[in-house]
């Protein structure tokens, strides 16, 4: 059962930087395409960044520019570096591990907080 664990969420400042992990509990990036979620206070779930699977990355319009996805393979840990943090990025981040694999499921963290206020 593949598990993952986020961390490094945290209250901090307008401007500030922050960089998020996700530590799967197993080696699974040949089987799984990760992102990363984040889902604000009334709102729906939106994807913020992934990898393709090409091997690329995508970005949602919100987070081009400020925010990179990351992964380690000898970690088994994706990591999102967020970087010119604004208040609208407040939210609540998912890792997430998805596939096309038949007989797989894809899998999602606990999530971790970030807020962003002065």
């Known amino acids: 059962q593949v598990q993952l664990v986020e961390s490094g969420g945290g209250l901090v400042q307008p401007g500030e930087s922050l960089r998020l992990s996700c530590a799967a509990s197993?080696?699974?990036?040949?089987?799984?395409?990760m992102a990363w979620y984040r889902q604000a206070p009334g709102k729906q779930r939106e994807l913020v960044a992934t990898f393709t699977s090409s091997g690329g990355t995508n970005y949602s319009d919100s987070a081009k520019g400020r925010f990179t996805i990351s992964r380690d393979n000898g970690r088994n840990t994706v990591y999102l570096q967020m970087s010119s943090l604004k208040p609208e990025d407040t939210a609540v981040y998912y890792c997430?591990?998805?596939?096309?694999?038949?007989?797989?499921?894809?899998?999602w963290g606990q999530g971790t907080q970030v807020t962003v206020s002065s």
């Open positions: 997430n591990a998805h596939t096309v694999i038949p007989g797989l499921n894809d899998h």
């Open positions: 197993s080696s699974i990036f040949s089987m799984y395409i």
